[in-house]
């Protein structure tokens, strides 16, 4: 198409509010319009990259056989209700009343959908297993949109459910859709994507795993062990300790600590290191502000999710009152006298000679020796991994942690939906079974702007040749020159009936103008044809990436730009 | 694919709740689930139909210098509070809060987000004309959701909006839509579709057009007429009558009519015709009640469309209260003392000896005479024109009304958006205007029930080859024995491996069963091999229409048919 005739605007100044490259690029490039907090409309080039990513998603669904169905956006809150997710899920679950006063729901995940669609159909085990795929538009009442189209409220997924009759089944299909996953990132030229273990959240089940595209922007935080390649999101993964104890337990002895309110102070204060004290983090469950007061060690930093769940239940940092007998900055497991659920992180398991609070204005203790002062105490988990900690697998001190943005998920759910909503077949002995599901969700826009967050230079995104919202860029520097304009008009027509897909741009502007436009949309290759290059009889070739240049002959140009293309595209094909 | 994995159920009982075909047969052959009142899912042969009809809109979208751009679903109401419609626009436009008490809408038209994207990227004239389109999803909580996915509340839509510098422009832009359109439902099999003059309701404008599907089920009125080829929705269709008045105006004459509160009633008793009378038809308006009193034909009906156009406002048939001063039964122009719009129909204009309410019970009037008698009257058209009615552009007794699916619309919209949310360009000569907007819908459910709706017989849909969700259904019948099974597996690779798409059913079932399955799915054409057949060295070659039933060799029988399904598939290539 014409550049002249596409609609939308590039421009060169960074938005103020645009925080991540990937973000400013769309907005600068004409990719995006701002609706509202969260919510975006596509120009066409951002169009041309979802479809072409919606392609790729859908040829892979299909390798695995995968069936393209498609679910409501909009749906009746009945169906939310037998699977219980309609008082789980919270704020982010859109809710309205239609005209008969019935509620319905915004579609922000589609399990109940999946299951409400087959739970007739799969009534016997000769059924099994089947996977169904759609890719349609989802909304999620997010808190906290960002980064243009990395968290946003209103997005097109492609998620996927498969059925299964057992547990190894559905285990070996989850290993087919994560070579999908792989081969999914690869074609969309994102093969650095990484899966890592995952937190289930609300989805339910035990098994999932993220993948995750690495880098500094990311909202996650990922522990990789450059040993033995364990990888997990930090919300999922175990914190493994070795610090032992000290040979000889001290006496536990009340000292006076004024002013001093943080571990950190109080240590300061006492002069030992904050891993030799007994931190007390307290929270509120949301449903009834009742307190949880979780003690670890003075070091390390609470993993909220594994403590959520845990309790099973959503909770907020407290908020902490007199009555509540909680003695603010003073909170130590000896002589607590407070109605809360009290906790404890495996950091502490057999530790001795700690620091901890006194349970009383300006008092500490020191010597507090777990074992002997606070009988009956029960360990758990809860502690979040750090730069340099333990790998949980290999056991060695090897663990990194990264920022990465979440492309995929995928799932393992086991009879969650299925028992709740009442889905069973009839097995090979007549016996009544719930299927076993599996779920895998890729979000488009989100993947859309991952690829432009990972390739991309100080003028606009680079995008791989799969996913291009064009393959060529074809500029004519100074068209105004019939000879330039009759060229070039040519070799337009000789790309476009070879199938090859070309914007270009025979403005009337400067070179400059002319190239930071391509520039912002990232075609691939680019072909010049201008009065300089036509005098030696040449065009000029190059790639977006700028790890070509060649000049082209005018005779046979069209074939070399269709070759290179053709040769490219291929690298994309699994 | 094979049939045995297809996700879904087909099944022989007709559902109770299915009144047209169309949806039965979805129902039956496994392409939709009922969710919700006017919400359903799909399975993948109706996806698969949906899919080839989206492309074929794109196609021809973009053949028409169209770029595909894609709008929210969820909006702000801020956009459509900008062009009123979030006032004016009632029940129909789902409504709800975000979490931070924003309130949004569920679009069910685009024209505000379509004015909201492009209204920076329009600023000059030189940007003139162009056209942006999507394919996406839509809510419309409609009262009354029917007939399957005729009349639903969830739908996916294909819609467009144009910006032009003028009125011409816009014009002849609106005149390549419409053949666009025609060639649209040509390729999805739909070449009977007509396009007819509409009334452009809440979309505002001026001169639109709807395309019609003329089938017995439709839930819209057509007029046809069968001499100049004028087409029109009864509800925008001139009423134009041509019956004279009598030579001689009788006097007005008070007469008692008990009993008589219809005008049927009152023209038996006093032995005349309806159409010699003056029927009154009362209203109220939706916003605060009042009264709208009108007057016309006895024989004639209201066109309540016309009325609402005229008035401006919705309304709803009357509830007569002893305060309103109107005598129910007895209404007339003379001496009505009522407070109330008071509206005359063109049918009453000039003419005379009319029976009429008295505005007093159990009274009539004849003799009316409506120049005479009711001084001042302004006469304006708001009958429903009739079958055997005059065509309102040739002037003929030519009307013939008909039933029709509406399956598409077009409409020029004129300046009403891009006013009201503040859109304007500058011209050549540096003036500020307002852009002219034209915008054009087709809704991909909807029409592929109507080609469901044309196209079956009494087992099933018979898909046109251009959108049908498979190409070719192979059965084997006797899949157990070893010889078909290899031959047609064979078969299916060939056919595959060229590009058909194959539906293959190699289930162990009865010959019945598999044909009745094929019925349903309603695939274009079917092979069958089977022991009969095999021991006469060939298969059977039918067309799911019934019009070609042709034996093959078993050597070149995938040859043939790869040629026979190529050659259909060109003649829908336009």
Same mark, same amino acid.
């Given at each position: 198409? /014409?550049?002249?005739?596409?609609?939308?605007?590039?421009?060169?100044?960074?938005?103020?509010?645009?925080?991540?490259?990937?973000?400013?690029?769309?907005?600068?490039?004409?990719?995006?319009?701002?609706?509202?907090?969260?919510?975006?409309?596509?120009?066409?080039?951002?169009?041309?990259?979802?479809?072409?990513?919606?392609?790729?998603?859908?040829?892979?669904?299909?390798?695995?056989?995968?069936?393209?169905?498609?679910?409501?956006?909009?749906?009746?809150?009945?169906?939310?209700?037998?699977?219980?997710?309609?008082?789980? =899920?919270?704020?982010?679950?859109?809710?309205?009343?239609?005209?008969? *006063?019935?509620?319905?729901?915004?579609?922000?995940?589609?399990?109940?959908?999946?299951?409400?669609?087959?739970?007739?159909?799969?009534?016997?085990?000769?059924?099994?297993?089947?996977?169904?795929?759609? =890719?349609?538009? &989802?909304?999620?009442?997010?808190?906290?949109?960002?980064?243009?189209?990395?968290?946003?409220?209103?997005?097109?997924?492609?998620?996927?459910?498969?059925?299964?009759?057992?547990?190894?089944?559905?285990?070996?299909?989850?290993?087919?859709?994560?070579?999908?996953?792989?081969?999914?990132?690869?074609?969309?030229?994102?093969?650095?994507?990484?899966?890592?273990?995952?937190?289930?959240?609300?989805?339910?089940?035990? #098994?999932?795993?993220?993948?995750?595209?690495?880098?500094?922007?990311?909202?996650?935080?990922?522990?990789?062990? *450059?040993?033995?390649?364990?990888?997990?999101?930090?919300?999922?993964?175990?914190?493994?300790?070795?610090?032992?104890?000290?040979? /000889?337990?001290?006496?536990?002895?009340?000292?006076?600590?004024?002013?001093?309110?943080?571990?950190?102070?109080?240590?300061?204060?006492?002069?030992?290191?904050?891993?030799?004290?007994?931190?007390?983090?307290?929270?509120?469950?949301?449903?009834? $502000?009742?307190?949880?007061?979780?003690?670890? +060690?003075?070091?390390?930093?609470?993993?909220?999710?594994? %403590?959520?769940?845990?309790?099973?239940?959503? =909770?907020?940092?407290?908020?902490?009152?007199?009555?509540?007998?909680?003695?603010?900055?003073?909170?130590?497991?000896?002589?607590?006298?407070? &109605?809360? !659920?009290?906790?404890?992180?495996?950091?502490?398991?057999?530790?001795?000679?700690?620091?901890?609070?006194? *349970?009383?204005?300006?008092?500490?203790?020191?010597?507090?020796?777990?074992?002997?002062?606070?009988?009956?105490?029960?360990?758990?988990?809860?502690?979040?991994?750090?730069?340099?900690?333990?790998?949980?697998?290999?056991?060695?001190?090897?663990?990194?942690?990264?920022?990465? =943005?979440?492309?995929?998920? #995928?799932?393992?759910?086991?009879?969650?939906?299925?028992?709740?909503?009442?889905? !069973?077949?009839?097995?090979?002995?007549?016996?009544?079974?719930?299927?076993?599901?599996?779920?895998?969700?890729?979000?488009?826009?989100?993947?859309?702007?991952?690829?432009?967050?990972?390739?991309?230079?100080?003028?606009?995104?680079?995008?791989?040749?799969?996913?291009?919202?064009?393959?060529?860029?074809?500029?004519?520097? +100074?068209?105004?020159?019939?000879?330039? /304009?009759?060229?070039?008009?040519?070799?337009?027509?000789?790309?476009?009936?070879?199938?090859?897909?070309?914007?270009?741009? $025979?403005?009337?502007?400067?070179?400059?103008?002319?190239?930071?436009?391509?520039?912002?949309?990232?075609?691939?290759?680019?072909?010049?044809?201008?009065?300089?290059?036509? /005098?030696?009889?040449?065009?000029?070739?190059?790639?977006? $990436?700028?790890?070509?240049?060649?000049? %082209?002959?005018? *005779?046979?140009?069209?074939?070399?730009?269709?070759?290179?293309? +053709?040769?490219?595209?291929?690298?994309?094909?699994?």
């Amino acid at each position: 198409m /014409k550049l002249d005739k596409l609609v939308g605007e590039r421009f060169k100044e960074k938005p103020a509010d645009c925080v991540v490259d990937s973000h400013a690029f769309m907005v600068r490039g004409g990719y995006v319009k701002y609706v509202a907090n969260g919510i975006f409309s596509s120009f066409t080039p951002l169009k041309r990259v979802t479809k072409k990513i919606e392609q790729i998603m859908r040829e892979e669904m299909d390798l695995i056989d995968g069936q393209e169905v498609q679910f409501p956006v909009v749906m009746p809150a009945s169906i939310w209700q037998e699977s219980g997710r309609y008082k789980s =899920i919270g704020k982010e679950m859109a809710r309205f009343n239609d005209r008969n *006063n019935s509620p319905l729901v915004l579609g922000m995940t589609h399990e109940e959908a999946a299951v409400h669609l087959v739970r007739e159909y799969g009534q016997t085990y000769a059924k099994y297993p089947f996977m169904i795929y759609q =890719i349609q538009t &989802k909304f999620r009442d997010e808190a906290r949109p960002r980064a243009g189209l990395i968290r946003v409220r209103e997005f097109t997924m492609k998620d996927a459910y498969s059925f299964h009759t057992s547990q190894a089944d559905l285990e070996q299909y989850y290993d087919k859709a994560h070579k999908a996953y792989e081969r999914i990132y690869a074609r969309v030229g994102l093969p650095e994507v990484i899966s890592v273990k995952s937190d289930s959240g609300m989805m339910g089940g035990s #098994i999932s795993h993220e993948f995750m595209l690495l880098t500094a922007i990311g909202e996650d935080s990922i522990a990789i062990c *450059n040993d033995c390649g364990y990888r997990a999101n930090v919300e999922a993964a175990e914190c493994v300790l070795d610090a032992p104890a000290n040979a /000889k337990s001290e006496k536990l002895t009340k000292v006076h600590t004024p002013n001093g309110h943080t571990i950190e102070e109080v240590c300061a204060f006492l002069k030992c290191e904050t891993a030799a004290s007994c931190k007390a983090v307290v929270y509120q469950r949301n449903a009834d $502000d009742s307190y949880v007061v979780l003690f670890i +060690r003075g070091d390390l930093e609470v993993n909220e999710t594994k %403590l959520t769940n845990y309790l099973g239940c959503d =909770i907020h940092p407290a908020v902490i009152t007199e009555e509540s007998g909680i003695v603010a900055g003073f909170i130590g497991p000896v002589g607590l006298n407070a &109605k809360a !659920t009290v906790l404890y992180d495996r950091s502490l398991q057999n530790m001795n000679n700690l620091v901890c609070g006194a *349970n009383e204005n300006d008092y500490h203790y020191t010597g507090l020796d777990m074992a002997r002062d606070v009988k009956g105490a029960e360990y758990n988990d809860f502690a979040k991994i750090v730069d340099g900690g333990i790998c949980p697998v290999c056991g060695k001190h090897s663990i990194t942690v990264s920022r990465g =943005i979440e492309v995929g998920n #995928i799932f393992q759910l086991g009879t969650k939906y299925t028992k709740s909503m009442g889905m !069973t077949y009839l097995d090979n002995d007549g016996n009544s079974q719930y299927p076993i599901m599996g779920c895998y969700g890729i979000g488009v826009g989100r993947l859309a702007a991952a690829i432009a967050e990972a390739h991309h230079d100080g003028y606009g995104p680079i995008w791989p040749l799969s996913v291009a919202p064009w393959q060529v860029h074809l500029c004519a520097v +100074r068209a105004d020159d019939p000879e330039i /304009k009759a060229y070039a008009d040519k070799l337009y027509e000789s790309l476009q009936s070879s199938g090859i897909e070309v914007i270009y741009d $025979d403005r009337n502007v400067s070179a400059g103008v002319m190239f930071s436009d391509a520039d912002l949309l990232g075609v691939p290759y680019r072909v010049i044809v201008s009065p300089r290059n036509m /005098k030696s009889g040449v065009v000029e070739f190059t790639s977006r $990436d700028k790890t070509m240049k060649e000049t %082209l002959e005018l *005779n046979g140009a069209a074939d070399e730009v269709i070759k290179t293309v +053709r040769a490219e595209l291929n690298k994309f094909k699994m």
